[in-house]
């Protein structure tokens, strides 16, 4: 099993530019996340999906897309980069909510 | 808005020592928190999950505690070794919703 994989690994936009990250899972989990790291930041969240069907924001969603395409897939798109959207994205997923969350490796992402 | 805060930001230890890794949060009508591991460019690893009806979780040498009348929970890891040095972040899941909120994390360095 691949568990949460994230693609690209890494991207550099120009202002402006789009792009989607794709998040994929073999979990059979019902609940997706997006979150945004940011050195010193933690890690906040910018849109999560309970179940299959429903999207909804987070703490940081300016800026953002998202799409609940299945069940193992969960897509973030940014329509107009910005160099303030330059992080780290990780893409989780969690079962239920007894169960702990796992993450993918992340996408590294600048803009210039 | 849910605040995790963790103290200190980096901890250096000779090998051997046992850790002691503080976390606070201030909602109260919290339902689980997590102890997650960060290795330099990677995802983050699930290490335990304490539920609020729970006061400790333990797994090898770690060990997580949960006070939710004063807002705290600390991981112990007892004997460290180098390969224990990595970031550890906590997370508290309120009652209300999906979401985490994450604390900025500790960064443990375990000397040789």
């Known amino acids: 099993n691949a568990g949460v994989t994230q693609t690209p690994k890494f991207q550099v936009l120009k202002t402006g530019q789009s792009m989607t990250l794709q998040c994929a899972q073999d979990m059979n989990h019902n609940s997706m996340y997006w979150y945004r790291q940011d050195p010193g930041m933690g890690l906040r969240l910018i849109y999560y999906s309970a179940s299959e069907g429903t999207t909804d924001k987070g703490e940081v969603p300016n800026g953002y897309n998202v799409s609940r395409l299945n069940k193992r897939e969960f897509s973030l798109r940014l329509e107009s980069a910005a160099p303030s959207q330059t992080s780290v994205y990780f893409c989780?997923?969690?079962?239920?909510?007894?169960?702990?969350?796992?993450f993918g490796p992340g996408t590294r992402l600048t803009v210039t | 808005k849910q605040e995790v805060t963790q103290i200190p930001a980096a901890l250096s230890v000779p090998e051997g020592e046992n850790l002691v890794l503080n976390c606070s949060f201030t909602d109260s009508a919290i339902y689980n928190l997590q102890w997650f591991r960060q290795d330099p460019g990677k995802g983050l690893t699930s290490l335990l999950l304490?539920?609020?009806?729970?006061r400790e979780q333990t797994s090898g040498r770690l060990n997580a505690s949960l006070d939710k009348s004063s807002g705290r929970s600390t991981l112990y890891i007892a004997a460290s070794q180098p390969g224990d040095s990595a970031t550890y972040l906590c997370?508290?899941?309120?009652?209300?919703?999906?979401?985490?909120?994450f604390g900025a994390g500790t960064t443990v360095t375990v000397r040789a």
């Open positions: 989780a997923t969690q079962s239920g909510r007894v169960n702990e969350q796992y």
């Open positions: 997370a508290q899941e309120t009652s209300n919703d999906y979401k985490l909120s």
């Open positions: 304490i539920q609020s009806s729970q």
